[in-house]
């Protein structure tokens, strides 16, 4: 399983409950989880993530993991091929964080 940066997730938590991403609240939500919590690092994510659209992030990042389930099962693809999607879905995943950080 990949790790994913507890930061991001302190932002996209605060994002869905509808509160603002700043400092503080990046650092509540670190502190909350149990884990230390470097205020450099979340000053820098919450001035990175200011003017973020994240609603066209997630409905990207939605249409992406749609996409192969809305292409129905017509035969089922080789070995190789699968290995490819999954690469490309992979990819194009990151890419859709990569842009919350400008």
Known sequence: MTKIDPYLH??????G???AVSKEGILSVIKASGA?????KAK???E???GVNFEDILKQSTMVAAAPAAAAPAAAPKKEEKKEDE????EQAAEGLASLFG
Do not use: R
Request: proline share 0%.
């Open 87 to 90: 690469g490309k879905k992979e």
């Open 48 to 50: 990175a993530v200011k």
């Open 17 to 19: 409950a509808g509160k």
């Open 44 to 46: 820098v994510l919450a």
């Open 10 to 15: 302190a932002v996209l938590l605060l994002h």
């Open 36 to 40: 230390e919590a470097d205020e450099a």
